[in-house]
Nanobody
Framework: QVQVVESGGGLVQPGGSLRLSCTVA???????????WAWYHQAPGKERELVAQ???????EYSDSVKGRFTISRDNARKVVRLQMNSLKPDDTAVYYC?????????WGQGTQVTVSS
């Protein structure tokens, strides 16, 4: 079982920034780099949607709604994947989930709340 842990959510004003982090407990570097990583968000009453993903080959994709504002990155030295969120809008308010995909299948974190409000 892969344990996925997210952190970094909170309350921010429109136009502000937050950085989310995602890591997997007790994983060696070679396994960490073999994973595909993705961030999803789910707003109240809506379906979970893909926000950004980075594969083990470092291919990166973003949803149209966050292109130019969000950046996903992988820090192999610290074995953490981050989502830098800039120019945040009220529509970005949601629970953000990290998903890790590897030979084990897909594992999800518990989610972290991001609220964008003045």
């Amino acid at each position: 079982q892969v344990q996925v842990v997210e952190s970094g959510g909170g309350l921010v004003q429109p136009g502000g920034s937050l950085r989310l982090s995602c890591t997997v407990a007790r994983v060696i570097l070679s396994v960490f780099t073999s994973y595909d990583w993705a961030w999803y968000h789910q707003a109240p009453g809506k379906e979970r949607e893909l926000v950004a993903q980075i594969t083990n080959g470092k291919s990166i994709e973003y949803s149209d709604s966050v292109k130019g504002r969000f950046t996903i990155s992988r820090d192999n030295a610290r074995k953490v994947v981050r989502l830098q969120m800039n120019s945040l809008k009220p529509d970005d308010t949601a629970v953000y989930y990290c998903a890790v995909t590897g030979r084990h299948g897909a594992s999800w974190g518990q989610g972290t709340q991001v609220t964008v409000s003045s």
